[in-house]
């Protein structure tokens, strides 16, 4: 089993920053990825970034340029620095992991951007 507990997220202005933290404990031998998805008020849950083990990233294309994802293997802890950011950028953000090709999720931490 993997636990996940995230932090970070909270309400800022049109063109603000977050950084969201996933620190992730237990059974953490052979994570294969990690990443950030989101969901907003009656949409799908969708990738926003993704970063596997070898270092290589992917981004949603709604979010290339203004995100970054990041990983601290020693703190087994994965961010999400969110730059200018937008309304359309408001959902509830949920941290995963791929072990095993096994996916576990975060609680969810909500962000929400104000025009």
């Known amino acids: 089993q993997v636990q996940l507990v995230e932090s970070g997220g909270g309400l800022v202005q049109a063109g603000g920053s977050l950084r969201l933290s996933c620190a992730a404990s237990?059974?953490?031998?052979?994570?294969?990825?990690m990443g950030w998805y989101r969901q907003a008020p009656g949409k799908p849950r969708e990738l926003v970034a993704a970063i596997i083990s070898g270092g290589s990233t992917n981004y949603a294309d709604s979010v290339r340029g203004r995100f970054a994802i990041s990983r601290d293997s020693a703190k087994n802890t994965v961010y999400l620095q969110m730059n200018s950011l937008k309304p359309e950028d408001t959902a509830v953000y949920y941290c995963?992991?791929?072990?095993?090709?096994?996916?576990?999720w975060g609680q969810g931490t909500q962000v929400t951007v104000s025009s």
């Open positions: 995963n992991v791929l072990k095993d090709w096994t996916p576990y």
């Open positions: 237990g059974s953490i031998r052979s994570i294969n990825r």
